[in-house]
């Protein structure tokens, strides 16, 4: 079982649905990020969490540590979302990274 | 916040020919600095953990002959991929944390291609 596991793995969505993508782990953690791959390009971190939520514009991302879970939503989605979504979770007491295999978001107009 | 620069976000380089990447925190001190690598519809994966003024710990697996890390100063970190070969081409990305380890930061990674 990986440490870090994300779901669903791929998810298409209509534009302007409300998506949400899960990221479960498994070990202790000094934070949690959401990423952002478009293909062929780079990474832009969107969210650091240690605790509770975060917004920004239509991206909010929760987190419970108690669960070891985090969730990234997307509301009101357009097809410039469409990138895969990462969760990479860095273990307590160091930032080592693990990732999630990421999830693929397509957004049809 | 702060930044992490990664740079180039792009290399084409010749089989046998060595490349280096750069990941440069903007506006704090990095005393620690990590490289990842992604292969084609896998994880990003742990290669190695730079810390300024001492060698690198590299994971299991990663042959630290032909991935050089150098963290001379608590800005710059480089990772050299010496005698590239297609194999070695990936998508490589570092992270930083600040020195109380409060906060870390992704650079945009680098998408290497080998010929």
């Known amino acids: 079982k990986n440490e870090v596991e994300q779901s669903p793995q791929n998810l298409t969505a209509q534009e302007g649905e409300f998506i949400t993508i899960n990221c479960s782990y498994s070990v202790g953690i000094s934070a949690l990020h959401w990423l952002q791959q478009h293909p062929g390009g780079g990474i832009v971190s969107l969210f650091m969490l240690s605790s509770g939520k975060k917004k920004h514009g239509r991206l909010i991302a929760t987190i419970n540590i108690q669960e070891k879970h985090s969730s990234l939503h997307i509301t009101a989605s357009h097809p410039r979302d469409s990138a895969v979504y990462i969760c990479?979770?860095?273990?307590?007491?160091?930032?080592?990274?693990?990732f999630g295999t990421g999830t693929r978001l397509k957004v049809l107009a | 916040g702060a930044v992490v620069s990664q740079h180039p976000s792009r290399v084409i380089c010749k089989s046998g020919t060595s490349v280096k990447i750069e990941c440069r925190s903007l506006?704090?001190?990095?005393?620690?600095m990590f490289w990842y690598r992604q292969f084609p519809k896998q994880s990003l994966m742990l290669m190695a953990t730079?810390?300024?003024?001492?060698?690198?710990?590299?994971e299991q697996g990663v042959e630290k002959d032909k991935f050089l890390i150098n963290h001379a100063s608590l800005t710059l970190s480089t990772l050299t991929v010496t005698s590239a070969h297609p194999e070695d081409s990936s998508f490589y990305i570092c992270?930083?944390?600040?020195?109380?380890?409060?906060?870390?930061?992704f650079g945009q990674g680098t998408r290497l291609t080998v010929v």
């Open positions: 506006d704090f001190q990095a005393t620690t």
């Open positions: 730079s810390n300024e003024g001492s060698k690198a710990t590299y």
């Open positions: 992270s930083a944390s600040s020195a109380d380890r409060t906060e870390a930061f």
């Open positions: 990479a979770v860095g273990a307590k007491g160091t930032y080592k990274y693990i």
